[in-house]
């Protein structure tokens, strides 16, 4: 709770406690106050609980204002019991309501010195308590608790469980065992106690859930996992079905193909024989060009050489008149 909270210290234990008190003395309220070794970070807080169970008076634990506060807040009650309502008899019936309402739970281990320094300094802690010792538990009880735990949880089976409790007895006690033999020989302690068994229990049961968790989930992903192969299996056979379909088909493409091939090799076979046919059209072509082109430059050359002749007697022409033609007339 709050008491083991960092900071914490005795002025805030005071203002804890003077409200416990009002709880308890004036609105008569029934109050645990519980306090552990872990919830006392300074010996001061000891003084405080010292004087609460010594008296029930802890010394300047309200302020004037809260201290009238409390005193108005019982009067009405001191009235009703045909006391006088006096400072004196108010505090008095506060502080006994608070003793008989207010029980102080200590919770103190033994191991070490610190209890019996503590005893020391603070009588209180050990003269107006009832100490409650816990002793060793015999095998017998530590096998019905252990039982009595086993048979409520279900991941436990009921045929086992008195087994198992067996076994956590006799682990406990031979811990025990094991632990005065390492006293005797190291001179040191190693406690054990029915908290210690109660512990291991838990232990048990947590380890148990922890592994029931662990093989549901291996389980669930080997579930998982056949599902998928099963899956996968189906997959793998509607594949199967599908090629072998289009086997059927290639090799029916393949057959066209080689068909097509076979008419293609003959085809290409005329091409070829219609090519050499054409090859040879060529050259004869090529030659009959050659023939033309050497014809034509030797017309060329012969035009070439008449022309001078031609154009002498176009020339000539060109001089003749009337009288040259009538010349011509009388031959």
């Keep these: 709770s709050n008491y083991s909270r960092k900071g914490y210290s005795t002025t805030d234990l005071k203002a804890d406690l003077a409200q416990l008190y009002v709880k308890a003395g004036v609105k008569n309220v029934g109050t645990v106050f519980m306090l552990t070794d872990a919830q006392i970070p300074d010996e001061k807080f000891l003084v405080l609980i010292n004087d609460l169970l010594a008296s029930g008076e802890i010394p300047d634990l309200f302020v004037d204002d809260e201290l009238e506060n409390v005193i108005n807040g019982v009067r009405n009650e001191v009235k009703g019991l045909g006391m006088q309502d006096t400072r004196e008899n108010c505090w008095k019936f506060f502080i006994d309501r608070v003793r008989r309402q ?19 300094k603070f ?24 039982l009595r735990f086993l048979s409520d949880d279900e991941l436990v089976p009921d045929n086992l469980c008195k087994s198992i409790s067996n076994f956590m007895a006799y682990a406990h006690i ?12 190291e001179r040191r302690y190693n406690y054990t106690t029915p908290k210690s068994f109660l512990e291991q229990i838990k232990l048990y049961q947590t380890l148990m859930r922890k592994k029931a968790t662990e093989l549901q989930q291996k389980m669930e992903r080997l579930e998982n996992g056949l599902t998928k192969l099963q899956s996968t299996a189906a997959q793998v056979d509607d594949l199967k079905a599908k090629l072998a379909a289009q086997e059927v088909e290639l090799k029916q493409k393949n057959d066209d193909a080689d068909k097509l091939i076979q008419i293609v090799g003959v085809e290409t076979e005329k091409v070829s024989k219609e090519k050499e046919i054409a090859d040879a059209e060529e050259l004869k072509v090529a030659k009959i060009n050659k023939d033309v082109s050497e014809k034509q430059r030797s017309c060329e050359a012969d035009l070439a050489k008449a022309e001078p002749a031609l154009k002498a007697a176009v020339e000539a022409l060109n001089t003749l008149n009337k009288t040259n033609f009538t010349e011509l007339q009388a031959f």
């Design 123 to 146: 009588p209180a802690v050990v003269n107006c308590t009832c100490i409650d010792w816990f002793h060793e538990w015999p095998e017998a009880a530590m096998q019905s608790v252990a």
């Design 102 to 120: 207010l029980k102080v739970v200590l919770c103190f281990s033994l191991v070490g010195s610190t209890l019996r320094v503590r005893g020391r």
């Design 174 to 185: 031979s811990v025990n065992d094991i632990s005065k033999k390492y006293l005797a020989n």
